[in-house]
């Protein structure tokens, strides 16, 4: 038997049925959410919980196992977040990341904490997603229903491999060793 993703959840106490898996897209406003993700959580987390108040249903689960798709294709898993019922946002804002405007009353807002449980696991374990393009179309999704293989492990969170000094595109400030004028 293949070692899947459930089995993580089992080990760590956690019933399958409890879990809502979240598959978040490589980029968002041609931003790379895996490198949000790791350089400032904080943004991260308050874009994952924002949630369309139609798609409410989905999230009606106490944890939300998140993993976000690779510039590569395929599918880390970024940590486990308890989630708290949703509380509808009664004014017009700005999404975080992609800065787009939404009306009052067509999102909610979750308050998540991001779980102990797993986190020894975060960035470093790929999940075959399945159903190629169209089943990850399918970015929520029950862990009871999908138990997903598990298809890679790392020691290290692995970086994205260096684009070439043409297709570099960083702030200065985010290069330690850059010169400062």
């Given at each position: 038997?293949?070692?899947?993703?459930?089995?993580?959840?089992?080990?760590?106490?956690?019933?399958?049925?409890?879990?809502?898996?979240?598959?978040?897209?490589?980029?968002?406003?041609?931003?790379?959410?895996?490198?949000?993700?790791?350089?400032?959580?904080?943004?991260?987390?308050?874009?994952?919980?924002?949630?369309?108040?139609?798609?409410?249903?989905?999230?009606?689960?106490?944890?939300?196992?998140?993993?976000?798709?690779?510039?590569?294709?395929?599918?880390?898993?970024?940590?486990?977040?308890?989630?708290?019922?949703p509380m509808p946002i009664l004014e017009g804002f700005t999404a975080p990341i992609?800065?787009?405007?939404?009306?009052?009353?067509?999102?909610?807002?979750?308050?998540?904490?991001?779980s102990d449980h797993l986190i020894l696991y975060a960035g470093k374990v790929y999940?075959?997603?399945?159903?190629?393009?169209?089943?990850?179309?399918?970015?929520?999704?029950?862990?009871?229903?999908?138990?997903?293989?598990?298809?890679?492990?790392?020691?290290?969170?692995?970086?994205?491999?260096?684009?070439?000094?043409?297709?570099?595109?960083?702030?200065?400030?985010?290069?330690?060793?850059?010169?400062?004028?």
């Amino acid at each position: 038997m293949p070692f899947q993703f459930n089995m993580l959840l089992e080990e760590a106490g956690i019933d399958p049925a409890a879990v809502r898996l979240l598959r978040h897209q490589p980029a968002v406003a041609g931003r790379s959410l895996l490198d949000i993700w790791r350089a400032d959580r904080a943004t991260f987390e308050a874009y994952q919980a924002l949630q369309a108040v139609a798609q409410r249903a989905s999230f009606a689960r106490p944890c939300w196992a998140s993993f976000i798709g690779t510039w590569d294709g395929r599918t880390l898993f970024v940590g486990l977040y308890e989630a708290g019922s949703p509380m509808p946002i009664l004014e017009g804002f700005t999404a975080p990341i992609s800065a787009v405007q939404h009306d009052a009353g067509t999102y909610d807002r979750y308050l998540t904490q991001r779980s102990d449980h797993l986190i020894l696991y975060a960035g470093k374990v790929y999940v075959e997603w399945g159903g190629g393009a169209s089943g990850k179309r399918a970015w929520a999704q029950r862990a009871d229903a999908q138990n997903k293989p598990i298809t890679e492990l790392h020691l290290d969170a692995p970086d994205r491999p260096f684009p070439g000094l043409m297709a570099l595109a960083v702030p200065l400030s985010s290069l330690a060793d850059a010169p400062s004028g």
